[in-house]
């Protein structure tokens, strides 16, 4: 319960602690890419401040999510507060979501309506390529936190900042286009940005659904839990394994096979065994649920 409690602890730490540098990046990345926008008269570059934008939002709703996801079991949450990690995933890749169809949306307008695409200043390719670099930096300091810690949602995060990171390459790319003449570059660079920020949306969204409603873990980790169940000292067989996902953690629900010979006390000792094995083995399980079934040796 100790080492439990320790992970935990330094999961929120971590989490905390690389979201607030995300923040502070962001912020400034944010401010210097809108004035520069507005300044060089460039829709790619005000599309990613835009993008940098979502990204704080995203960062402060990932602190939030933190915070209470570890608090413990209450009265109206009999399994804690985990899934306030999932629910946090299904927020960010709604605001991808939203955000990728407004940029679409004044990107068209422009491409419409060519003779209103002005030159695009110099100072915005330098403004993007020095968020290209930020961003790119950001993505692999947080991913590298989120693998340590084993959190989907750093995860989700982290990837949210290297779309930023690939959106800026292309908006460089497109502010180069419009400074040696083809102007039409800058808005369709800004409409690239867009499809990519709401296709992440849509994979982080479509996921995060899913796991709340009861997604089942992947494969591996089903066979590795059930072979920890079946290596039990004592125990016949299994049947009827289940598993759903909680946040980060997984709630596994199985049926016991003992002798039925045995008597009550015994089968209940097999299974609480059984439940401790599964707990003690993988660190990622919640709780698992046994019903015990009477059953003839083989």
Do not use: C
């Not at 004044?106 to 993007?128: C, F, N, R, T």
């Not at 072979?227 to 067989?237: M, Y």
């Not at 997984?250 to 010979?261: A, C, F, G, K």
Request: aromatic content about 6%.
């Amino acid at each position: 319960m100790h080492n439990d409690q320790t992970a935990s602890a330094e999961k929120q730490a971590a989490a905390k602690r690389s979201t607030w540098i995300s923040v502070v990046v962001n912020v400034v990345l944010t401010a210097i890419q809108l004035v520069a926008g507005v300044f060089a008269h460039s829709q790619a570059l005000i599309a990613d401040a835009i993008h940098s934008l979502s990204d704080l939002i995203a960062d402060f709703v990932v602190l939030f999510a933190n915070h209470h996801s570890q608090k413990d079991a209450d009265a109206d949450h009999h399994y804690g507060h985990q899934r306030y990690e999932n629910a946090a995933s299904l927020v960010l890749g709604t605001l991808l979501l939203v955000v990728g169809a407004g940029m679409l949306w004044s990107a068209l307008g422009k491409i419409q309506h060519p003779e209103s695409i002005a030159p695009v200043k110099s100072i915005a390719l330098w403004v993007a390529l020095a968020a290209l670099l930020s961003k790119e930096l950001l993505f692999r300091y947080m991913l590298a936190v989120a693998e340590r810690v084993r959190s989907s949602m750093l995860v989700a995060n982290a990837w949210h900042a290297r779309s930023d990171a690939a959106s800026s390459l292309v908006v460089a790319l497109g502010i180069g286009g419009n400074m040696l003449g083809y102007h039409f570059l800058d808005p369709i660079a800004a409409m690239i940005v867009g499809l990519m920020v709401g296709k992440m949306g849509w994979r982080f969204a479509w996921d995060a659904m899913h796991d709340l409603m009861d997604r089942a873990v992947d494969e591996a980790t089903i066979s590795s839990i059930e072979q920890t169940l079946r290596e039990t000292p004592q125990l016949l067989g299994i049947h009827a394994l289940k598993t759903r996902k909680m946040g980060d953690l997984i709630l596994v629900d199985v049926h016991l096979e003992v002798d039925r010979t045995m008597s009550v006390e015994q089968g209940h000792d097999i299974a609480v065994l059984a439940r401790q094995r599964v707990l003690s083995q993988h660190a990622d399980v919640l709780n698992v649920m046994t019903h015990v079934d009477p059953a003839d040796k083989k």
